[in-house]
């Protein structure tokens, strides 16, 4: 039986409110259909139309949208804790593809088990939502990052809001954090080409900030990345509204 306390997402949520014995429960609940898959193989199609969403157990995910000319734009990307496929159960089809990076686990949930989690714990509803609330800020700061910042400062804003993304799971620090992504995936999430990418972080070593090598990202100098992506975690840490 796994440790629901030590859970990616009871994690995520606790950093909003304490969670109670009863509201630990049912997120164990919701944890019972737990399933492994494959990478490089869709979890969710775009345009399919299923009543379920996924939690997120192990492993990073690339959320996805196929354009008209069969080209993909990179959307996002998930990590442990994150809920998948969330909107397809709330709009009944999801408007983009997840696929898996690495071989992942996931918590299959019925939109039914959602909803009657949600009735039963009205707190856990209002952390889910917060949590969900959170992603988006992160989807809108993308958006000012690709029509506002330069390339250097693109890339330090993205690799900062992994690493305090990561951190809120156990799974980061100000020292760095295990990343699988490849320059082709960085290319495509922050509108650049691979040989820019390159050039880039090639830039950003030499100038002892920050070194991403054998899928680990260094944080060399922490305080003057910062500066240099001009980070306010302001949009990860939105107020807290206080919860009876």
Known sequence: MMNIAASPLTKKL?????????ELAVLERLHQRRKSFSAGRDLVHQGQSEQAAYILASGWVVS?????????????????????????VLLHTSDHGIEPLVDIEAAEVMASDLLQAFAETPRLATAILWA????????????????????????????LELGARLSLVGMGSKAGYACPLTQYHLADALGLSAIHVNRVLRKLREDALVTFRDG???FDDYGRLIE?????????????????
Do not use: C, N, W
């Not at 606790?14 to 009863?22: G, I, P, R």
């Not at 990307?77 to 998948?84: A, K, T």
């Not at 240099?228 to 009876?244: E, G, I, S, V």
């Open 132 to 159: 969900v609330s959170r992603d988006e800020a992160m989807v809108v700061e993308h958006l000012v990052g690709l029509g506002r910042r330069d390339a250097d400062a693109r890339m330090a804003h993205f690799l």
């Open 14 to 22: 606790s950093a909003f409110v304490a969670l109670s014995e009863t």
């Open 228 to 244: 240099l992506a001009d980070f306010d975690p302001a949009y990860l840490d939105q107020a807290r509204p206080l919860l009876p």
């Open 64 to 88: 996805y949208k196929i354009q008209a000319d069969g080209s993909r734009q990179i959307v996002d990307f998930q990590i442990p804790g994150d809920f998948l496929g969330l909107r397809s």
């Open 216 to 218: 680990l990202v260094t």
